[in-house]
Structure formats: C-alpha cells, structure tokens
C-alpha cells in the first residue's frame, strides 16, 4: 500500500546571519540549513502577501473557544480518569499511552486537520510528524522551517494539557494565518514528537533525541513497552502505520528554529500572578535503575542478624536520596517505580529495583549528588545493623539530559511577544523548566524557545492538571508570535 505520506529529498544549503541573526554559538549551531520546499496552492499569489509588521501582529488573535473546542475533541481518543463525583465531560485525566490505538486516532486528526490547512505532512522513522505551510520563498533557496512542537501522547494517569496543548496551539496558528490570508516569509510548521513521555517505551523524549543524532535508532526502535508486554517501538509504528522511510535526522528534516508551548507543571507562575514564564532552559536530569540483591528467607523463622533483606536496603537508600539531594541548591531526588520479588508476604525479599530520578541546575551539582548517592549506597549495602549478610548494588544508567540553555534569540523573541500580548512586562517572568521536553533535544540542532502558562495549583502528570482557557489562549498567542517574529528575524537576516 503507498504511504499516505510524501517524502521529498531536502538539499542542505548555507544562509548569511549577519550580527544578531548569528546561529547558536555551540558548533552545532554554526549554521542554519536550508531547503526547498513545495510551493503553496496556486490560490496563494503575490496579493496575498502581507509583511509581518508590528501592526500585522497585533491584528492576529487566536480563537480562545475554537482552541479549547481542539483540544478538549482531541480528548476524546484515550480519556481517562475524571477528577470529582460530577465531572464534566472535558473534567477528566488522560491515558494516551504513545503508539496506542487512541494515539493513532490523535494522529490521524493531527494529519487530517493540517493537510486541509494547506501543510506538506511527512512522517520519519520515529512516526514524528512535521506539518509544515510554505512560505513565500518557495522555489528559491529556502531554509527550513520555523515550528512550533510538542507531543499527543500522555502518561497513565495524566491530565489533559501536557503536550497536548503545544500540539493543538500550533495547529490554532496554522487556522489564523489561513484565515487571515498571511503568508510567512519562511515556511512555518507544528511538529508532533513521538514518546515524549517515555511512559510506554521508557526513554523520554526519544524520538526527539534520535532527530537530534543523541539516541541511535536501533536503540529506540528496539524499547519494549514497560510492565512486561511484547510490544517494541518498532512494532507499534509498523501497527499503527506510523513507521516511514524518512530518515529520523534532523538532516533529513531539518528546522531553522523550535518553539514549545507547555504548562508550567509547577506552582511559580499562579503563585506569582504571572501569565507567562520566558523559559530559559531546562534544569539537567539524571535516570537510574537501581538494583538491590540480598537473600529470600521465612519471614518468621530468620532472625534479623540473619538477614539479607533487599526491601529494607533498598527503602534505606530511597530515602536517603531525598536526604543527599535536600544538601544541595535545586537538588531533587525521586523514585516512581519499585518492583520486588518472589513478593510474598511470608518471605523476605531477594531483589528489589527501583528507579531513580535526580534533577539540579548545574551538570556539577548533579555530579555531586550522584557520587554521594553511590558511596552512601555501598555503605547501606554493606553495613546494617539489622543483618550479618551483606547485599549486592547494581546501578544502570537508563538517561541522562545534562543542563540545557536556550538560544538567546528564541528567548528574546519570545520575550517580545509575551510583552505584545499581555500589554505588562509584570505578568511574565523568566524562568528555567524543572521538567525535560522535546525542546531539549532540538536545542542541540537548532535555535529553540519555550514558553510556559500557569498550572492550576502547580499540579501535572495528574488528571486534575489544569490550565484556563484564558491562559491557553494568552500562551497560544504568545507561541504564534514567537514563531512570527522569528520569521521576519530570519528575513532582516538575508
């Protein structure tokens, strides 16, 4: 069967930056890449043209009812868990596990919705989807596009506006400019990344980071689902037909710049009062799969000189963690999954594993954590004096995500625009992500911004997680200015 997708060859080409256009300085930045795309409908003719000028901005607004009509439509292909005895219908949690059959029923929206806008739909070996309208440099030596992005897959027990947000937010900029006739002087798009949750296939922001040269596709497309089901990657692409040709390469598909819209996940900007954080960067992480080995033995028969006990080891170094990580500015340390065995309540237990997640600002602060983790967990493992027996610790290093810092155009212009829409430099703050996103890997291949709206009592990855349509709106228009500014930026660069 041919794809429904089209993949064209995308030559690489040089552009000019002069001055404050230059590319991020790291050398992977050193240039921005340039293709040709398709040309638009034969409708979009020069009449059409109109310059992306300050009073052109502020003429463009997005449609707060159609936005949240998107997103909450979205919604209903993996819903989940409502939140109170009288829930509304758009009152639930989600549980829209990545290359799930209600992530196939997103996706399929996604591609429908931008191909009647006009976009060039492509989809790579990682099913990351690329919408992309051109601009009006079709035909000539073109650069990439400039693209909002985010992700339609969610946790088990999640909300409802993590990703999901980004996602339906850059299809809402692709609605006004159509509508309003506005042709960009670049193409302009909304990417769709697969798995940025790592809930199913446990490496967050994998495919992400294989666009970006960071994770090898055969690593990726070999991730078995958790909790011990057959499924891979590379299976549940091929099942849900999302699996393409297209390389997974940020050569491939190139972008001239990356721009995220996401809620907050955290309490800084309700607390504050603020509408918009200018994000920054992104704090580095850290994920392990930590191993405790000890001895079954008859919990009523061994007495506790006698034993190895791999629960109160591992229960030890949990808390621990939390006790290391408080010893250092911004330092967090959590565990989310603990798994033992033979797990009988009568027996004491041989192996335990858990996970865990250390986070700070700094890469060194980060170092300094885990070296104090793995001496303290050695000494738990082999002196207790609970127990004569010593146990076995096995660390395995599942992710690392070192700090990461955006390019200061990206923050600039998006400064710029939060300025434009809410009308005072008071309601928005700078301020750097917690959280891991997509955006951490594009930052390595081209010039990247987010932009964060406040969370309603700073809660996410729940299904109460919630952000008013008022913000969602305040933050879409922010994203649609950030990606039209960095649009006339890129054609003051020529």
């Known amino acids: 069967m041919a794809s429904r997708f089209a993949v064209s060859p995308i030559p690489r080409l040089l552009i000019r930056n002069p001055k404050r256009c230059q590319p991020p300085s790291r050398d992977i930045h050193k240039r921005l890449l340039s293709t040709t795309a398709p040309t638009r409908a034969a409708t979009t003719t020069t009449n059409r043209w109109k310059p992306i000028d300050d009073a052109t901005l502020?003429?463009?607004?997005?449609?707060?009812?159609?936005?949240?009509?998107?997103?909450?439509?979205?919604?209903q292909w993996g819903t989940g868990q409502p939140w109170g005895p009288r829930a509304k219908p758009t009152e639930t949690g989600m549980s829209r596990l990545a290359l799930s059959g209600a992530d196939k029923l997103a996706r399929d929206w996604f591609v429908d919705t931008t191909k009647a806008l006009g976009c060039n739909v492509s989809v790579d070996a990682m099913g990351n989807i690329f919408a992309v309208r051109p601009g009006r440099r079709d035909g000539s030596a073109n650069a990439p596009p400039t693209c909002a992005g985010s992700h339609l897959d969610t946790q088990p027990m999640g909300g409802r506006y993590d990703g999901i947000l980004g996602v339906v937010a850059g299809v809402e900029m692709l609605r006004v400019l159509e509508e309003n006739g506005v042709e960009t002087a670049f193409p302009v798009g909304v990417v769709n990344w697969t798995n940025e949750e790592g809930a199913r296939f446990p490496i967050s922001m994998v495919s992400s980071g294989v666009w970006a040269g960071e994770i090898p596709l055969?690593?990726?497309?070999?991730?078995?689902?958790?909790?011990?089901?057959?499924?891979?990657?590379?299976?549940?692409?091929?099942?849900?037909?999302?699996?393409?040709?297209?390389?997974?390469?940020?050569?491939?598909?190139?972008?001239?710049?990356?721009?995220?819209?996401?809620?907050?996940?955290?309490?800084?900007?309700e607390g504050e009062k603020q509408k918009i954080g200018i994000v920054e960067g992104v704090q580095a992480y850290r994920w392990f799969t930590v191993e405790v080995v000890g001895r079954g033995a008859h919990t009523g028969t061994t007495p506790f000189p006698a034993r190895a006990d791999a629960m109160l080891a591992a229960a030890r170094m949990i808390a621990l963690s939390h006790d290391i990580a408080t010893q250092h500015?911004?330092?967090?340390?959590?565990?989310?999954?603990?798994?033992?065995?033979?797990?009988?309540?009568?027996?004491?237990?041989?192996?335990?594993?858990?996970?865990?997640?250390?986070?700070?600002?700094?890469?060194?602060?980060?170092?300094?954590?885990?070296?104090?983790?793995?001496?303290?967990?050695?000494?738990?493992?082999?002196?207790?004096?609970?127990?004569?027996?010593?146990?076995?610790?096995?660390?395995?290093?599942?992710?690392?995500?070192?700090?990461?810092?955006?390019?200061?155009?990206?923050?600039?212009?998006?400064?710029?625009?939060?300025?434009?829409?809410?009308?005072?430099?008071?309601?928005?703050?700078?301020?750097?992500?917690?959280?891991?996103?997509?955006?951490?890997?594009?930052?390595?291949?081209c010039p990247t911004g987010m932009i964060f709206v406040p969370s309603r009592n700073g809660v996410s990855h729940h299904p109460e997680e919630y952000t008013s349509p008022e913000d969602c709106a305040i933050g879409a228009e922010v994203l649609m200015q950030s990606v039209l500014r960095y649009d006339r930026l890129r054609a003051r660069c020529l």
């Open 218 to 269: 055969e690593r990726a497309h070999s991730l078995r689902e958790v909790g011990g089901g057959t499924a891979t990657m590379r299976s549940e692409l091929e099942r849900i037909k999302y699996l393409e040709p297209m390389a997974a390469s940020h050569e491939a598909m190139p972008l001239a710049a990356h721009f995220e819209l996401h809620i907050e996940q955290g309490p800084v900007l």
């Open 58 to 75: 502020q003429t463009l607004k997005v449609n707060q009812t159609r936005l949240l009509s998107d997103l909450h439509h979205t919604c």
């Open 329 to 445: 500015a911004g330092g967090l340390a959590s565990t989310g999954i603990l798994t033992l065995r033979p797990g009988s309540v009568n027996t004491i237990p041989s192996t335990v594993t858990f996970s865990l997640d250390i986070r700070a600002p700094r890469d060194s602060t980060l170092d300094t954590m885990e070296s104090e983790m793995k001496r303290a967990f050695a000494r738990i493992a082999s002196k207790d004096v609970t127990r004569a027996l010593d146990l076995a610790v096995n660390w395995q290093t599942d992710s690392v995500s070192p700090a990461v810092h955006f390019h200061e155009d990206c923050i600039s212009v998006v400064e710029d625009a939060a300025a434009s829409v809410l009308g005072n430099a008071g309601l928005s703050r700078r301020m750097v992500s917690g959280a891991g996103h997509d955006s951490v890997y594009t930052s390595r291949r």
